[in-house]
């Protein structure tokens, strides 16, 4: 894993909403999305916008990573969003209905132009057919690419499903789809939404199903869903006294040139081992903030 940045919740806020845009200062995610995207009205993109770039420039967001979502390649607001997120200077830009590697090279193009700083990163969100299906060309388009966000309720609307408990089957092929093109790059990959604030039982079983799957985080439509997200994209102590065993009884074989390293019965590898490392490089980051 090259990123140990944590990306367990990763929030939307809406842009136009200075009052939620404040609230955020003090919200435990680890990233927050400013949106000038679906969140904002046609009539308040321009105050949407102005609001981000204050925000950004704030400096009073700590440790979170700040990303700005960007209206859609085409729309009227794209540009002037991309050259307002670029002078800003946000940990990232977040482009919703990126479907090609072409338009992954155009945007940090324009980004460039617009004079992103090198920190800033170029997020994109895979959310139609045709991005599913370009979803490895699009993941190693760029170096700037760091992060892929699902969009999953474009991907239930375009496939002409439906929202069903765990996900449909369209759904989950989309994810895990995705997910091998991400890591085949060696990028970040964010799950999607979970639209029912009010039923936290469900949230927690797709963050948890999420995990499982191997994602970094989940995108998040309300602050109730932070820190249970937080704690399903987080070693647990068991976790973490697994991960300190392996090691030490792979080391402890190494030493005595065993053939065969154990630990708890089971036979543990190399690769197991790089897993138990990535688990504690993540610990540390969460730690270390």
Known sequence: MTDIRPRRSVLYMPGANERALEKAKTIDADALILDLEDSVSPDAKEAGRANVVAAVKSGEYGHRELAIRVNSIGTQWHDDDVVAASEAGPDAIL???VESAEQVLSLVAAMEAAGAPDHTQLW?????????????????????LTVIVMGTNDIVNETYGLHVPGRNPAVLTSLAWTLLAVRAAGKVIIDGVYNNV????????????????????KTLIHPSQVEPAN???????ADIERANGMIAAFEEAAREAKGVAT???????????RDAKRILAFAEALTGR
């Open 263 to 273: 630990y708890n019965g089971k036979m543990i590898e190399e690769l197991h081992i």
């Open 124 to 144: 994109a969100m895979i959310e139609t057919p045709r991005a599913l299906l370009h979803a490895e060309e699009i993941a190693a388009a760029h170096e700037r």
């Open 231 to 237: 704690v399903a994209f987080s070693p647990s102590e």
């Open 198 to 217: 009010k039923d936290p039982d469900g949230f927690e079983a797709e963050a948890r199903q999420g995990r499982e799957m191997g994602f970094d985080g």
């Open 95 to 97: 482009v919703p209905k």
